[in-house]
């Protein structure tokens, strides 16, 4: 069955310190790969995707994701957070046979960036 | 921007009444979709929706909900006799294509509480 890992269940950083967010996803067939993030009482914004292509993927807010089809991991990762950016973080992907409709949904990593 | 919306915000219920959960889709998608996020947990597709009629369902959607789009704008969830395990926040989401390529874009969330 297919799956979405993210190990840490919250990430606590420093303003101005890099972050990386990891997510490791399970499956058989070709996958797009997605980051969204959820801010209180908000729902789902993209952050960015995978689709094809360059491994390197940047998104919205400074964020990037590099995809590593050998490790099947998906890690996103910004050099320097601010305050703003705590928030609850997912990871997601869509998958080739169910013609990449629905979105599999990672357990999310709450990223507390404090000062 | 675009954006999903959907109403109400919150709706609590008693236990055994019908609920109808409301969304407003971005007005050029055609694809139309229900996640629910039961608190703690990870955020679970329900339904995928094209054309009238439903694409994809999980085994959490059966017989006691449903879909409609009833209109060229609205998209709603029926559970027809909800139970203390319905509550949970339900989020909709559209996408301009069904292949993955174009994200799902979703709304801020209807919370429901089953009393």
């Known amino acids: 069955a297919q799956s979405v890992t993210q190990l840490d269940s919250q990430v606590p950083v420093f303003e101005e310190a890099p972050v990386e967010l990891r997510c490791n996803y399970s499956s058989s067939v070709s996958v797009y790969l997605f980051w969204y993030v959820q801010y209180p009482n908000q729902g789902l914004q993209l952050l960015l995707k995978?689709?094809?292509?360059?491994?390197l993927v940047k998104g919205i807010n400074g964020f990037e994701a590099e995809f590593n089809k050998s490790q099947t991991s998906f890690h996103l990762r910004k050099p320097s957070v601010h305050i703003s950016d705590t928030a609850e973080y997912f990871c997601a992907v869509t998958l080739w046979n169910t013609g990449f409709q629905k979105l599999v949904f990672g357990t999310g990593t709450r990223l507390l960036v404090s000062p | 921007e675009p954006e999903v919306t959907q109403t109400p915000s919150h709706q609590v219920t008693q236990m055994g009444q019908e609920v109808i959960l409301r969304c407003v889709p971005i007005s050029n998608h055609l694809y139309f979709y229900w996640y629910r996020q039961i608190l703690g947990q990870k955020v679970e597709f329900l339904v995928s929706?094209?054309?009238?009629?439903?694409?994809?369902k999980s085994e959490i959607f059966d017989d006691q909900f449903s879909v409609e789009r009833p209109d060229g704008s609205n998209f709603t969830l029926k559970i027809r006799s909800t139970k203390l395990e319905d509550s949970a926040m339900y989020f909709c989401?559209?996408?301009?294509?069904?292949?993955?390529?174009?994200?799902?874009?979703f709304g801020d969330g209807t919370r429901l509480s089953i009393l």
């Open positions: 929706f094209y054309n009238n009629e439903i694409s994809e």
């Open positions: 995978y689709l094809s292509g360059s491994t």
């Open positions: 989401a559209s996408s301009g294509g069904g292949g993955g390529d174009q994200p799902q874009h």
